[in-house]
């Protein structure tokens, strides 16, 4: 059918227009986030199978936006990447989770390791060795207690970048994991190059347990190949006891997920802590 002149100017629908919007509210609201202190960073829980003992957490930043609310990594963390603000940003949840894991030790908690999120862009764009180096010195936590998560996507951007970059972080003595592991590149030779200790099985895998066959057969594939490779298994998302126990039984040795607990605030996450070693 052809379009009437008047109709032509319809380019953008007000769906798109408002998504616009907020792209462009999101855009503006990075540039005065971090010396606003508008960003917190929440800590996720992260259990032993099968006694759940509380043994990490993960850090998950959230940004409270004065107009918006709290907005989810999601929806600004791709913005942050696109504008290069991801390194500014990362740098700080690096050194804040880092100064929260010290302050927790000595609280009297049990000893947390601490896992971050590591951008594809601060990985390859940036100096993340002298920001790894630097956060551990500033906060004093010990290098084994810091352990830094990279999607198979920003580890196979670049994989000779990635293999070197890698093996020097391990020279500092942190731990690394690849994330949303099985959802990026398919191929698995690459594990051999990369030094690193620890697969996440993506919840997308895991939601499907123990009802569904597929999603049994890459569980128990993913589990048993790192079992074979020599590195652990963690799982995320896990959301109800049927999945926990599917995955103990699997050999995955440890989970986080609803069903342990959602991500907390740092004060919800020592009460959470202290509330588990007194049982
Ligand atoms: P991710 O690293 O895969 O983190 C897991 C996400 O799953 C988190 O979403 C978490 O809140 C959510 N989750 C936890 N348990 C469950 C569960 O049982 N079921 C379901 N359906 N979801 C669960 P969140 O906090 O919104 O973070 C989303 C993504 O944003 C993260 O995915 C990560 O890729 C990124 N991200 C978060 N914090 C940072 C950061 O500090 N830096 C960077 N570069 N990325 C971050
Ligand atoms: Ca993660
Ligand atoms: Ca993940
Ligand atoms: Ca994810």
């Known amino acids: 059918a052809k379009e009437s002149s008047s109709d032509s100017f319809h380019f953008f629908s007000a ?3 408002e998504r616009f919007e907020y792209q462009v509210v999101i855009e503006e609201g990075l540039k005065q986030a971090l010396s606003n202190k508008e960003f917190e960073v929440y800590y996720q829980p992260r259990l032993r199978l099968p006694d759940q003992k509380l043994v990490a957490v993960e850090a998950l930043v959230r940004w409270n936006h004065p107009a918006l609310g709290q907005v989810n990594p999601e929806d600004f963390v791709p913005v942050a ?6 390194v500014r940003i990362g740098r700080w949840v690096l050194e804040e989770a880092c100064r929260r894991a010290v302050d927790w030790q000595r609280d009297g908690l049990p000893d947390l390791r601490v896992s971050v999120n590591l951008s594809a862009v601060q990985f390859h764009q940036s100096d993340i060795i002298a920001d790894v180096t630097r956060a551990l010195e500033k906060s004093g936590l010990p290098a084994d207690r810091l352990e830094l998560e990279l999607t198979e996507t920003a580890v196979m951007a670049d994989i000779d970048q990635s293999a070197e970059i890698l093996l020097k972080l391990r020279e500092l003595g942190v731990m690394l994991s690849i994330d949303d592991f099985g959802t990026g590149y398919s191929s698995l030779s690459y594990l051999q190059r990369f030094p690193v200790q620890q697969l996440k099985l993506d919840k997308s895998f895991v939601h499907g347990l123990p009802q569904d066959a597929d999603a049994v057969a890459i569980a128990r594939t993913i589990i048993n190949l ?35 607990s959602k991500p907390l605030t740092a004060r919800e996450l020592s009460a959470f802590a202290s509330e588990k070693s007194n049982l």
């Open 15 to 17: 769906g798109m227009y």
């Open 81 to 86: 990447e696109a504008n290069g603000s991801i």
């Open 226 to 260: 790192s079992q074979g490779l020599n590195r652990e298994v963690v799982a995320e998302g896990v959301e109800n006891a049927e999945q926990a126990q599917f995955l103990s039984e699997a050999g995955c040795k440890e989970g986080q997920g609803y069903y342990f």
